[in-house]
């Protein structure tokens, strides 16, 4: 539930609202607006007394949120939600986002000749799992706490911001020490204690769409996030399970309008796992573009012949800067740019 507060309701009423929603028993969330202020009720069990918040002095409207998720609606909150993992780098503002990098940290030459080739082709941020979520027990796992520290070499070295997956709570805190934001993956999108263990760290979150979840499933599962207190968390498309084997997975490109529309946070595509096929990655990251997403993460290895991970999806690192050249037409077409590389000039498009 949402009470909208009068133009130019007093700081008193706004606390007295704040005050009883408490006393009810619910958690109350101030949130100032530029024509005037709401406050957000959180916990509503279906049997909260309007009556008794509409009688109070100050208050304009209450609404009613009809959806199952409410802080991620567009009815709690208009405008969009930007999040910022890092001085510069941000989702859901005017420019769009480009994280790049390998699937998996390899070894530390691996991932900083792949941070240096994304760097220098234009991408915002690196993104390589330490913590990888593979259907078979025997495939490559990961390098752990290990690939971590190369991350923050290669941060070190280029100065990208890092996005990298955490599997369960304890890796969260590890995944937190040198992440800019956690990545939770397609196979963790409904793991509810990890979704809370994230929101309670309070570090920017990348939510990529599960397999078999529809879009309220998605936006169901960031909510779990903002419950605790964390707005700051990016939704991702990357293909969910289809009757046809042809592509890797089915890349829900619908998905992004439709969650802009629902949900007032930032969109991103990853056509890497969207379609698993190095050449089918160009035209849908391409398409994801100008379909509105806020962003791209894309794979991309320094030698994917020898990757460890995902290598068939993966691009070369020319294939990558012919892409993000491409993206920077894209984005100026819709009236859009492509964010800058951290600590570089903005690229104008002629
Ligand atoms: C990944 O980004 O490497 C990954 C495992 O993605 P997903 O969770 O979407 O399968
Ligand atoms: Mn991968």
New binding site residues.
Partial sequence: MLVVMQHGATQAQIDRVARVIEEMGYQARPMPGEQRTAVGLVGNDGRVDASRIEALEGVAEVIHVSKPYKQVSREWQPQNTVVTIAPGVSFGGHDVAIIAGP?SVESEHQIVTAARAVRAAGASAL?G?AF??RSSPYAFQGLGKKGLEMLAVAKRETGLPIVT?ALDEEGAHLVAEIADCI?I???NMQNYSLLRAVGRIGKPVLL?RGMAATITDLLMSAEYILAEGNSQVILCE?GIRSFDTTTRNLFDLTAIPVVQKLSHLPMIA?PS?GTGLRDKVTPMARAAIAAGADGVIVEVHPTPDRALS?GGQSLYPEQFARLVTEIRAIASAIGRSVLPTPGTAPVTVG
């Fill in positions: 699937c993104r799992g990888k979520p997956e990545q993956g397609a196979r990529k990357r990853d796992h995902d």
